[in-house]
């Protein structure tokens, strides 16, 4: 009995998805919770899991197709009409296919018996098991003509009655070739029920007694490939962080996958062996596999080149910046941080200083935290800091509601819990929605400000450069003096229409005094 999986609701809003990519094809087996494909909206990126466990019978809706919500995808049963290796016979209707006039009774143990060849189950890969091929190619004369169908006291596996059932012969290349039993270069082992024997490929050559072994052996490549083939974003991501090759790893999880856990031990090895070697020459040149390709935009790709499009149409954009020293940040921030992440469980960045001052100006200042509708200007009553966050699909920026009521502990928890499952695709749609400011951290990559874009109906992003220590002229005792510093620069981009420059400075300006005069003890929140 099979049962249909349908695309579930993704979300306020959302009536309809895209399926962009199949994690599995029919003949697999898949256990509950396991993904299936990837669907994307107008909002998210997501997997879509099984909610039952069984062999995937027939796909249903192609990659690059958009249905509705309620949609059944995929049928899953328990295999028993799908191609895999249960079917007991080859249905009457691919006798046809044959050359031999008429069927012929397996005979136990033939002194010559017909090539075989692999059975071609539709779908891309081989069957579990082989059968022999009914008759030669009609272009030459078979010795003995080979059974059409296996008898049915001893059924073979084959694809179901919907499959095309393909018998390729190699060594019967041409017209003028040699018969096919001369191919073998030499005799193989006598099996005790020859109607079974699983026959390999003549450029494998296996022995029917070692060809039950060639199918896990196939299913554990097939494993590996997949793994290999399909990663989710966090852990490319974390494996290009750590220097970790992913073709090295063989993954812990469900199907081989790897696995997050998997990459951070082959990191913790590296480092180990590598703690008493010389300081390594630089790195070689990675070149991207993408260059000289060309790809089709993903549909997330193309709803932020819309956006961004919309909105620079629809607004009057510009960027204020300040310096900040964030010595005494840096200074308090080391002094808790081990505590912080022993009590939290969480490391302690500079990010949650930066959105507790910005939530706290917000309040201070709402034009900043204001939308647009028609000739009206709305204040919302709270702060939902939006969160850029960089993933291989594009930039996402989940939603911290209600950061204005936050500590330190909890907008550091929320940020990382946020952008672990953008970054893992496990976000739910209305996470990404009902933002009202956005904050992007273009320094966690090296920049020292960026001129960050307003998203509408957002009117204004605080971008965050990097941190760095350089020397810069301070006041001591009256003097001033040359020290050393650690010093950020803070971009305000907004929409002119409704956000003057002296709004954005006064902004600004209280973001740079809070994390200047470094205050924050009665905000940690541990």
Same mark, same amino acid.
């Given at each position: 009995m099979s049962e249909s999986v349908n695309l579930p609701a993704l979300g306020e809003s959302v009536t309809e998805g895209t399926v962009t990519r199949w994690l599995k094809s029919v003949g697999d087996r898949v256990e509950v919770d396991e993904p299936l494909l990837e669907v994307s909206t107008d909002k998210v990126d997501t997997e879509i899991p099984s909610p039952v466990a069984g062999v995937i019978e027939e796909i249903l809706v192609a990659e690059d197709e958009t249905v509705d919500v309620g949609t059944a995808l995929v049928r899953i049963g328990d295999g028993s009409s799908s191609g895999g290796s249960e079917t007991p016979s080859v249905p009457e209707e691919a006798a046809p296919a044959a050359s031999a006039p008429e069927p012929v009774s397996v005979q136990p143990a033939p002194p010559a018996p017909a090539p075989s060849a692999p059975v071609e189950t539709g779908y891309g890969d081989q069957a579990a098991a082989e059968a022999p091929a009914p008759a030669a190619p009609a272009q030459e004369t078979p010795p003995a003509p080979a059974p059409a169908a296996p008898a049915p006291a001893a059924p073979a596996e084959v694809p179901s009655p919907d499959a095309p059932v393909e018998a390729e012969a190699a060594p019967a290349a041409s017209p003028a070739a040699p018969p096919a039993p001369a191919a073998p270069a030499a005799p193989q082992p006598p099996a005790p029920e020859p109607d079974h024997t699983v026959a390999q490929p003549p450029a494998a050559a296996p022995t029917p007694s070692t060809a039950p072994e060639a199918a896990p052996a196939e299913s554990e490549s097939g494993s590996h490939a997949s793994a290999s083939g399909y990663v989710t974003p966090i852990v490319r991501k974390l494996a290009n962080d750590k220097g970790v090759d992913l073709g090295s790893l063989t993954g812990t999880g469900v199907g081989g996958r790897i696995r997050k856990e998997d990459v951070l031990a082959a990191a913790e090895k590296a480092t180990v062996a590598g703690t008493s070697a010389p300081a390594k020459a630089a790195e070689p040149l990675v070149v991207s596999e993408l260059r000289g390709t060309t790809v089709k935009m993903s549909r997330l790709r193309k709803v932020i080149a819309e956006r961004a499009v919309i909105s620079m149409q629809s607004s009057a954009q510009l960027t204020s910046v300040v310096e900040v020293d964030v010595t005494k940040v840096a200074q308090f921030r080391d002094s808790v941080k081990s505590d912080f992440q022993q009590k939290t469980g969480q490391k302690l960045s500079f990010l949650p200083f930066f959105a507790l001052a910005a939530a706290e100006a917000l309040k201070s200042y709402p034009i900043i935290n204001a939308t647009v509708e028609g000739d009206s200007i709305v204040y919302p009553d709270t702060e939902n800091i939006s969160i850029a966050v960089d993933t291989e699909r594009g930039l996402l920026t989940p939603v911290v509601r209600d950061a204005? @009521?936050?500590?330190?502990?909890? /907008?550091?928890?929320?940020?990382?819990? !946020?952008?672990?499952?953008?970054?893992? =695709?496990? !976000?739910?749609?209305?996470? *990404?929605?009902? %933002?009202?400011?956005?904050?992007? =951290?273009?320094?966690?990559?090296?920049? !020292?400000?960026?001129?960050?874009?307003?998203?509408?109906?957002?009117?204004?992003? /605080?971008?965050?450069?990097?941190? #760095?220590?350089?020397?810069?002229?301070?006041? #001591?005792?009256? @003097?001033?003096?040359?020290?050393?510093?650690?010093? #950020?620069?803070?971009? !305000? @981009?907004?929409?002119?229409?409704?956000?003057?420059?002296?709004?954005?400075?006064?902004?600004?300006?209280?973001?740079? =005094?809070? *994390?200047?005069? %470094?205050?924050?003890?009665?905000?940690?929140?541990?």
């Open positions: 204005g @009521s936050l500590d330190l502990a909890g /907008l550091a928890g929320q940020i990382a819990d !946020l952008a672990a499952r953008t970054r893992d =695709n496990k !976000l739910k749609p209305d996470e *990404l929605a009902g %933002g009202t400011f956005t904050l992007t =951290n273009t320094g966690s990559r090296g920049a !020292l400000f960026d001129t960050p874009l307003v998203f509408l109906p957002q009117v204004a992003i /605080l971008g965050t450069g990097i941190v #760095v220590k350089r020397p810069v002229v301070v006041k #001591v005792d009256g @003097s001033e003096a040359i020290a050393i510093r650690s010093m #950020v620069y803070l971009a !305000l @981009s907004y929409d002119h229409r409704i956000v003057d420059g002296a709004d954005a400075a006064r902004f600004l300006v209280q973001v740079k =005094n809070r *994390l200047e005069a %470094g205050d924050f003890a009665a905000n940690l929140g541990i």
